[in-house]
């Protein structure tokens, strides 16, 4: 058995599910015979790391600090192996404009965008070419946080009557932010998974039916509130490439150990809209519903991810 400290909680605006993601996790690795140490990410992280030096780190840290590279970056100058992506590629991930560019780069189809910063507002009056921006991707679309996760801070305009609001409603989030396509069609999500010593596999096609239209926070986190299917009700020719899609843009942004990417099929092309390095392990997250219907129970599923862990250097990860 090993000694497994699980990271969660944090200082980003997903807090709150990191902190239900690493109960979840932690419980678990107890029910399976290892030391766990569960720490909140504050000041005291590092030294705390340094005096236990366990076999390896649980990363359960969603958003900034967690996603962005932050603790990656640090578990491997401490030489402690860690499950999920490395900074490089968490750094892709979590940016949607990184990783759209990367996608785009790697032919993997993802909506037209365009990115904005606050700073550029602010010193240069980009702002005044929202509007042309927008008309270039056409209507309507989306305006998010580049750097953002569980639906926060995103709108959907329809005109420009609503941009500049909505800008400044995701600059709230971030200081970077994408308007994007809005491309229409069935929504699904891939969670992929990369045993020690296997390559990465789909573990399901989930088709999201959230049931007030909208996939937001309050969608994602609440019993009830959004219906799956599993697997995904579309045509046999569709699945195969909504599947190749998924491996495709994990393996354009450099993942490894599991991850989760996001998708809209629309007139048979599966449009990715953004890759989530590390995912939530709630009880409505997609991951582990979507491994329980692959038959893999929960305690496996965090097993599985530990074990590729314990079997990857802490400094061989992009």
């Given amino acids: 058995m090993a000694r497994v400290a699980v990271l969660s909680g944090g200082h980003s605006m997903e807090r709150e599910i990191s902190i239900v993601t690493g109960t979840r996790v932690r419980r ?13 990410l504050d000041e005291s992280t590092t030294d705390t790391l340094m005096q236990s030096r366990p076999d390896a780190a649980f990363v359960c840290l969603h958003g900034v600090g967690g996603e962005d590279g932050t603790v990656q970056a640090v578990l491997e ?13 968490s750094i892709r991930s979590m940016d949607k404009d990184y990783a759209k560019r990367m996608m785009l780069a790697g032919n993997v ?3 037209p965008f365009r990115t904005f910063l606050r700073r550029a507002m602010r010193e240069m009056g980009a702002a005044s070419a929202l509007e042309e921006a927008a008309e ?23 005109s420009g009557e609503g941009l500049l609001d909505a800008a400044y409603e995701a600059l709230g989030y971030d200081a ?50 959004t219906d799956f299917a ?26 490894s150990g599991f991850a989760r990417v996001d998708m809209i099929l629309s007139d048979d092309t599966p449009w ?14 997609t991951l582990p519903i979507a491994a329980e219907a692959a038959g893999l129970s929960f305690d496996d599923l965090v097993e599985t991810i530990l074990e590729s862990a314990l079997h990857t250097e802490a400094t061989a990860k992009l």
Wanted: proline share 10%; glycine share 12%; with cysteine.
């Fill in 28 to 40: 678990a690795l107890e029910r399976l015979g290892h030391e766990v140490h569960s720490l909140d």
């Fill in 272 to 285: 990715v809209i953004e890759v989530n390095s590390i995912p939530g392990f709630t009880e409505t997250s």
């Fill in 109 to 111: 189809a993802t909506p």
């Fill in 176 to 225: 970077k932010i994408i308007l994007e396509k809005l491309v229409s069609g069935t929504e699904i999500t891939v969670p992929v998974i990369e045993p020690h010593g296997e390559p990465p596999r789909a573990l399901g096609l989930v088709e999201i039916r959230p049931q007030d239209g909208a996939y937001d926070y309050g969608a994602r986190y609440t019993p009830g509130m």
């Fill in 77 to 89: 100058t401490l030489g402690i192996p860690y499950t999920g992506s490395g900074p490089l590629s």
């Fill in 230 to 255: 599993i697997p995904a009700e579309i045509p046999a020719e569709a699945a195969v490439k909504v599947e190749e899609a998924a491996l495709d843009a994990y393996r354009t942004l450099g993942c």
């Fill in 136 to 158: 270039s991707i056409g209507y309507p679309l989306l305006v998010k946080p580049a750097r953002g996760g569980s639906g926060m801070g995103i709108s959907t305009v329809e």
